[in-house]
């Protein structure tokens, strides 16, 4: 028995971008829990020229199976847009600072981090679009990569069906942990 959702609220006005997101996973097998996650973010994004942008990011994450009780991280960024003359093509990169604090059973500890992200988007057709976002997120004890790759397709105005695999690897988790987690998700995104 697995549950999933995923919501994501965006909100554009004048020069500004706001996005929320919350991702949740719970799984069992036979009574037995194997898997529980959350994860949360928010940011605020300032398109400062036509290909220049700040962001600043705050983010959460409680998973019950990572050995960490929470990981929870604030970043600021400069980013720029690329392949703008492109027409059914974009690349958003950038690159920032920020502060992560982890908490486990055995260990708490704080650090500075760098963020490096970027967003690729291609519009393969009126109806088909191919994504991949990549993150790192380099501390001095453990650093995140996260990876998401996937399709989505318009089935309706607005109904998209959406294939993706996600991948997230810690270089330092508690021991008997694994350092690498992937999901594979089909969905149905709503949109209004």
Excluded: C
Aim: glycine fraction near 4%; charged fraction near 25%.
């Amino acid at each position: 028995e697995t549950v999933n959702y995923s919501l994501v609220f965006d909100w554009i006005r004048n020069n500004w971008e706001y996005q929320a997101s919350s991702e949740g996973l719970r799984a069992s097998q036979d009574s037995d829990l194997t898997a529980q996650r959350l994860y949360h973010y928010a940011r605020a994004r300032q398109n400062l020229s036509e290909d220049s942008y700040w962001v600043s990011r705050i983010a959460y994450e409680d998973d019950r199976f990572s050995g960490y009780d929470y990981q929870a991280d604030a970043t600021v960024s400069y980013g720029r847009s690329l392949l703008q003359s492109i027409d059914n093509m974009s690349l958003d990169a950038d690159i920032g600072v920020g502060y992560r604090k982890s908490l486990s059973d055995e260990d708490e500890f704080n650090e500075a981090i760098i963020r490096l992200a970027g967003e690729y988007e291609w519009n393969v057709s009126d109806t088909a679009t191919f994504f991949q976002d990549l993150s790192i997120e380099a501390g001095e004890e453990t650093s995140i990569f996260r990876s998401a790759t996937g399709a989505e397709s318009q089935v309706l105005d607005s109904v998209v069906l959406r294939v993706s695999l996600e991948v997230k690897h810690q270089t330092e988790v508690p021991v008997d942990r694994k350092k690498t987690d992937t999901s594979t998700i089909i969905s149905l995104v709503w949109t209004f």
